[in-house]
């Protein structure tokens, strides 16, 4: 499996793409040595414009010189007007006026919600600020990496980084595809043994409980979306509800699925009531 990590610094955006891993040093086990922090998106905010710096002229009519001032990150992007005239002459220019000159320059920018899911302790989350080419990069689901660094003369700010695992298309390759049209082609006359065979590589830890493993299965790879006529999207997804007595296998069954699913959150109810999982929906933007 590969893992993507994005690298931003303050003169250049570099992606490192299919990092492989090596033996023996899981790319999990570098990106954690490294002070990047992984979690799992549960909440995408709406795409919206960030202005990032603006022209002014100095009114000084001995100068006249025109310059950027960048947005500061540190101070939630705030863009203080210039207070000093930074043009380079035969004198230093002392003019305090300045005026507004040319287009400001904005970008665009999303807030997403991560979430660190410890097994017998409480979810941790943090939120990540996206821009530019990382805006709808990722959607609730998604396992992404973050890093904390050092921006332009600022203490501590939260860059943006971005990581996800690959898709299931790009993991499997030609040859493990035509394996298994091969594998079925074989066994036309007896499909249900095939089935069987891939059933019983559901959830392989937990003993027996095949209509259980069928229904996980067939609820993961199963339903469509439909668009209408009008463009509105309808789920067909199906949905599952397991019940049973404690120690039967329902949390192993959980995180078989949530590993096997593409795009799939991980949660429980820890740190609730002992009235049980309360759900609530929260308005975001």
């Not at 074989?186 to 229904?215: D, M």
Request: with cysteine.
């Amino acid at each position: 499996m590969k893992t993507v990590l994005p690298v931003q610094d303050a003169a250049s955006a570099t992606r490192v793409v299919q990092a492989v891993e090596a033996r023996g040093h899981p790319v999990t086990n570098l990106a954690r040595a490294a002070g990047y922090a992984q979690g799992t998106v549960i909440r995408s905010g709406a795409a919206k414009m960030l202005e990032v710096s603006r022209e002014y002229r100095c009114q000084n009519k001995t100068c006249g010189a025109v310059f950027s001032v960048h947005s500061d990150m540190s101070q939630g992007n705030l863009l203080a007007p210039p207070t000093s005239c930074p043009g380079v002459g035969q004198k230093q220019c002392k003019g305090t006026r300045f005026m507004e000159h040319g287009d400001h320059k904005y970008s665009d920018y999303q807030e997403e919600q991560a979430q660190k899911l410890s097994v017998g302790s409480i979810p941790r989350s943090m939120v990540i600020l996206l821009q530019d080419d990382l805006v709808d990069s990722c959607k609730a689901g998604d396992d992404v990496v973050s890093k904390r660094g050092r921006g332009r003369g600022v203490s501590s700010t939260l860059k943006v980084m971005r990581g996800w695992r690959a898709r299931l298309r790009a993991v499997v390759s030609e040859e493990l595809r035509q394996e298994f049209v091969e594998l079925w082609e074989a066994n036309a006359h007896r499909p249900l043994a095939v089935r069987n065979h891939v059933i019983a590589s559901v959830c392989p830890q937990v003993f027996g409980l095949f209509t259980v493993k069928l229904a996980i299965l067939l609820t993961l790879i199963g339903g469509v979306t439909e668009t209408d006529p009008r463009g509105m999207r309808r789920r067909g997804t199906p949905h599952l509800l397991v019940v049973g007595d404690p120690g039967c296998g329902k949390s192993q069954f959980l995180r078989f699925a949530a590993k096997l699913s593409p795009r799939s959150v991980l949660t429980t109810g820890v740190g609730t009531t002992s009235a049980g999982l309360t759900c609530s929906a929260v308005k975001v933007g």
